[in-house]
């Protein structure tokens, strides 16, 4: 195939069917999926609707197996290794409440962790009487003060109660809030090293970095090909090497389900995984165009490279017009394709963190056309900027000036 070099930018907005005015700024909470992709889901919904017998029984699975296939040589593992879920919060459930946890043992877990993982694993605390042992990071920090950081809580556990087995660890590969690249290779490794399950939440990698599982080696790694890939919603992996498959089970159990619990070396992962009872399977079938949709833009390089650049060019641009800062360590090592701008806002009025952060969307979905995620980290407010190939530094701009316009109103209320 020849590739013809596509302009990026407000030249492919109209790849996409986002309305005219407004300035989309915020990919990373549900993601944009492209016209072309649209439309070969509807022609999937057609073809299931005229013979769903036929399409659900025989059609969709040798095309969900060639999609996976192509996954997997994205992310570098095996075929058999990545199933389709629904969401990240379906894989990450169906992992943690799979794990056979006993009474007191311990889990880390982040401050950073996303607000319904984080509840996810109070679950865990709450039904399995697990610990769950808190790793507060405040950012900016250095990869190496992150490690240090998760070592030193390791090592600190491990003397308190040299009995009590850390069973599993759960971090991102890049957090949402505040967005930034978490080393999470080097923290599987570390885990590896301890005798801990490591589980990775991926839910903003896909598509935003480069992955090589194999290379990685998470024991479980979750991934949204909904947010940064441009599948449609409702389309997520999760990785399973070989080794762990046989103690996960879906959070929905099928007709596949075996317990695995004597003997290890069986296994019905994919099997459990396929069917979570009757859903629209279309997205999935989608990824392949999705990916079809990235290879035309140029592929991945490509599509990282210009969307690392623009959102590190547009926060600074943002942070220049607020007179405040990005979220960003020494070696550069935090934003990928997703800004942390710290907001001008003093909340003089006193308001509670629930009302401003309804307060952010609202006047800047219905004011000003635009929206970013607000978010309170280490006692400041900040707004993450989402960078995609429909967006220019003229967005940026855009969203400056509303920002500071909410912050002055926010500021000014009484
Ligand atoms: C880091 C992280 N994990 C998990 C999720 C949940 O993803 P989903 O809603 O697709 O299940 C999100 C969603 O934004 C996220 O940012």
Redesign the pocket.
């Known amino acids: 195939m020849t590739l013809t070099k596509r302009k990026f930018g407000h030249a492919l907005r109209h790849e996409f069917l986002l309305e005219d005015g407004y300035v989309p700024m915020n990919h ?3 993601g944009v999926c492209p016209r072309s992709v649209q439309a070969v889901r509807h022609e999937w919904q057609l073809k299931a609707e005229q013979n769903p017998d036929r399409f659900l029984k025989f059609t969709l699975w040798p095309e969900l197996d060639k999609i996976r296939e192509r996954l997997s040589r994205l992310v570098h593992c095996d075929r058999d290794e990545l199933v389709f879920v ?7 459930n169906s992992v943690v409440r799979s794990l056979s946890l006993k009474q007191a043992e311990k889990v880390l877990v982040f401050n950073t ?2 607000n ?2 984080d509840r996810t694993m109070a679950y865990l605390k709450d039904t399995r009487n697990v610990q769950l042992v808190m790793i507060e990071l405040a950012y900016p920090m250095t990869d190496q003060q992150v490690y240090d950081t998760v070592k030193s809580t390791i090592d600190r556990e491990h003397a308190k109660d040299p009995d009590v087995p850390i069973r599993m660890a759960m971090f ?1 590969a ?4 505040p967005a930034v690249r978490f080393p999470f290779e080097r923290v599987i490794q570390l885990c590896r090293e301890h005798n801990i399950l490591s589980v990775v ?1 991926g ?2 990698a896909l598509g935003q970095i480069p992955l090589d599982l194999h290379q990685a080696d998470p024991d479980f790694f ?1 991934g ?1 090909c ?2 940064w890939l441009f599948a449609p ?1 409702g389309a ?1 992996i999760l990785y399973v090497p070989k080794r762990n498959q046989a103690l996960v089970h879906p959070s929905v159990i099928n007709v596949s389900y075996q317990d695995h619990s004597v003997d290890q070396s069986s296994s019905t992962f994919c099997d459990e995984f396929a069917w979570p009872g009757t859903i629209d399977f279309t997205n999935f079938v989608c990824v392949n165009a999705a990916l079809d949709f990235r290879e035309s833009l140029g592929g991945e390089e490509a599509i990282h490279a210009y969307c690392n650049k623009l959102a590190r060019q547009g926060g600074e641009l943002v942070a220049k017009k607020w007179g405040t800062h990005m979220i960003e360590n020494e070696e550069e090592t935090l934003t990928v394709a997703m800004a942390n701008v710290q907001l001008p806002f003093e909340n003089k009025a006193g308001l509670s963190d629930a009302i401003i952060t309804r307060s952010f969307f609202h006047k800047l979905i219905f004011d000003h056309h635009t929206t970013g995620q607000p978010f309170k980290h280490n006692g400041h407010w900040y707004l993450r900027l989402s960078a995609q190939v429909y967006n220019e530094l003229a967005d940026f701009e855009h969203l400056a000036d509303a920002g500071l316009q909410v912050c002055k109103e926010l500021d000014n209320q009484q």
């Open positions: 990373g909470s549900y629904v969401n990240a919060s379906f894989g990450i962790l996303y319904a993982v991102d890049v957090s949402s809030v939440d839910a903003h979750i949204n909904h947010k919603r997520a």
